[in-house]
């Protein structure tokens, strides 16, 4: 029964905790594709060393983030949770797959040029070959379907380019895989500056972001000092930034679609409105955040885990890698 359920693998970056962007744009649909699937999902800490990290800084965030995993909902009896620096197989197989991959491509992915301008006094080989990194991930668990939010789309294209090219030469080794991405929420922009998806990188300014760990009463301020436009009516317009922003994030995070909702508000103003969607957001991140607390205090289960799930990506990881080395011409061991 379990093998004929289809793959599903996806990873976030312990660079700091998930904000709202991560989760409607991809952990929500994590914990929801858990029970039909057969889920992998990775703490990509080795991502993360492309920009420079404090080590115990990193080392705690991976096991926050991992206990976030937990908290929102993921069932690690059921979903493969573990560090990706646990499983070399991810570094094995970005070797042999960076062989399959031109400078070109690697060229023209925009998170790499938006990057290097960011960090503009460490453009280092890994930065430009995290893709094929993000790939090796994503092969090494013959993954059918990847949820990700849209910035990921273009990383993903590669990853399926990579895949058919390996499998012309060598037969059908990998599983081609799909891009997974929600109908609403794939791209959150930012509170503060609603042209930009909100990001981590821009920590600086707090108010454009939402953490899952930010208390009941900053999460309120944060939307109510939400830039919205000019006008009174809460309706999604491209002419309309701000309050589209916060349609999606209110439609996301309650189910209500957006027409529905533009109908709830019409007429109440933007205060109400922008109340009303932290309320929303307060409601569904409530109970994570109680869950998380409660992990904080349980050390050993969460080592138990920890061990127990990193075997267990161990053992799907070496058997396809096994396949890829003798297919490319390595002896045998
Ligand atoms: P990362 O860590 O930047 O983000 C994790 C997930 O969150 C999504 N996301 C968003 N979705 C909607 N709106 C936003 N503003 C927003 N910001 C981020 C991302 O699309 C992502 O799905 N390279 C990946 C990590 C990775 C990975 C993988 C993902 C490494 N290997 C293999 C899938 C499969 C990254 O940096 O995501």
């Not at 040029?113 to 960011?118: M, N």
């Not at 000092?225 to 916060?246: H, R």
């Not at 209110?250 to 969607?277: H, M, R």
């Amino acid at each position: 029964m379990e093998a004929e359920k289809k793959a599903i693998f996806s990873g976030m970056q312990p660079t700091g905790m998930p904000h709202l962007g991560n989760y409607l744009g991809a952990l929500k649909n994590w914990v929801a594709l858990q029970d039909e699937y057969r889920c992998v999902y990775c703490i990509v800490d080795m991502h993360s060393l492309t920009v420079r990290q404090d080590p115990a800084v990193l080392r705690r965030r991976s096991r926050e983030l991992l206990q976030m995993y937990i908290a929102m909902g993921l069932d690690p009896e059921k979903a493969i949770i573990y560090f990706q620096s646990h499983v070399s197989g991810h570094a094995e197989l970005a070797w042999i797959l960076n062989c399959f991959t031109y400078m070109g491509e690697l060229g023209r992915m925009t998170q790499f040029k938006e990057k290097s301008q960011k960090n503009s006094d460490n453009i280092n080989a890994g930065l430009f070959t995290y893709p094929v990194l993000m790939a090796a991930d994503i092969l090494l668990y013959n993954a059918d379907l990847v949820p990700i939010g849209d910035d990921q789309r273009q990383h993903m294209e590669l990853c399926r380019n990579i895949a058919l090219r390996f499998n012309n030469i060598y037969g059908d080794v990998f599983t081609v895989p799909e891009p997974y991405l929600p109908k609403i929420g794939a791209r959150i922009m930012g509170l503060a500056e609603p042209e930009r998806k909100m990001s981590k990188s821009d920590g600086a300014n707090e108010n454009n972001l939402i953490y899952l760990l930010d208390k009941p009463e900053l999460i309120m301020k944060k939307f109510k000092s939400a830039v919205t436009d000019s006008g009174n009516e809460v309706k999604y317009s491209s002419d309309k930034p701000g309050i589209s922003n916060l349609l999606v994030i209110y439609s996301a995070a309650t189910g209500v679609d957006i027409s529905q909702a533009e109908n709830e508000f019409e007429g109440k103003g933007y205060g109400f409105f922008k109340q009303a969607v932290g309320e929303a957001v307060i409601e569904f991140i409530k109970p994570i955040q109680r869950r998380f607390e409660e992990l904080n205090k349980d050390k050993d289960y969460v080592d138990a885990i920890i061990r127990a799930n990193g075997e267990k990506a161990n053992a799907i990881a070496s058997r396809v890698l096994r396949k890829v080395k003798k297919k490319v011409g390595f002896p045998a061991v």
